[in-house]
T-cell receptor, first 115, second 112 residues
Framework: EAGVVQSPRYKIIEKKQPVAFWCNPISGHNTLYWYLQNLGQGPELLIRYENEEAVDDSQLPKDRFSAERLKGVDSTLKIQPAELGDSAVYLC?????????????FGPGTRLTVT | KNQVEQSPQSLIILEGKNCTLQCNYTVSPFSNLRWYKQDTGRGPVSLTIMTFSENTKSNGRYTATLDADTKQSSLHITASQLSDSASYICVVSESGYSTLTFGKGTMLLVSP
């Protein structure tokens, strides 16, 4: 069974440019998460989806970040415009449900560099 | 505010040696605690998960312990291998919520 798929794996853009990341969760996983991970830090939750509904987006900087999960399967995370401080790894994870007893399975991440 | 603190921040050991990583947390009410291994350039992968009633859990050469009274956990790695070089992240779940609180991780380097 395929794991969580993310693309691209690496992205280099100039500041003020837009960028988008794509995530395809494990088949059958209703809950999808986007995390931001800075170097030497643990992941920080940006947004959590339950099917197509964003149930926790309190940590998403909504002035420049947006996300969608149409049809409740794959998801995209967008930044527009990108800033230097957005350079980080963006991780996508999925789990069978919302309960904390369910394990979250992580994708390999997208490493974003903003120059 | 829920917090997870890990120590040491980084560690270098010789191949074949054992090591122990520490995790202290303030998450309450507690649901479970996980240890994740994150190889460079990869996403975290779960090693162990422990609930309130479990005080030890093994996965091969990895053994995690949990003291829910003192809110401390440790991850012991036996007979380390070069492939153990990675970041080890302690993650705690709050009861009733799917949001996880992540530690900053311990960067382990196993040297030949």
């Amino acid at each position: 069974e395929a794991g969580v798929v993310q693309s691209p794996r690496y992205k280099i853009i100039e500041k003020k440019q837009p960028v988008a990341f794509w995530c395809n969760p494990i088949s059958g996983h209703n809950t999808l998460y986007w995390y931001l991970q800075n170097l030497g830090q643990g992941p920080e939750l940006l947004i959590r989806y339950e099917n197509e509904e964003a149930v926790d987006d309190s940590q998403l900087p909504k002035d420049r970040f947006s996300a969608e999960r149409l049809k409740g399967v794959d998801s995209t995370l967008k930044i527009q415009p990108a800033e230097l401080g957005d350079s980080a790894v963006y991780l996508c994870a999925s789990s069978p449900g919302q309960s904390p007893v369910y394990e979250q399975y992580f994708g390999p991440g997208t490493r974003l560099t903003v120059t | 505010k829920n917090q997870v603190e890990q120590s040491p921040q980084s560690l270098i050991i010789l191949e074949g040696k054992n090591c122990t990583l520490q995790c202290n947390y303030t998450v309450s009410p507690f649901s479970n605690l996980r240890w994740y291994k994150q190889d460079t350039g990869r996403g975290p992968v779960s090693l162990t998960i422990m609930t309130f009633s479990e005080n030890t859990k093994s996965n091969g050469r990895y053994t995690a312990t949990l003291d829910a009274d003192t809110k401390q956990s440790s991850l012991h790695i036996t007979a380390s291998q070069l492939s153990d070089s990675a970041s080890y992240i302690c993650v705690v779940s709050e009861s009733g919520y799917s949001t996880l609180t992540f530690g900053k991780g311990t960067m382990l380097l196993v040297s030949p």
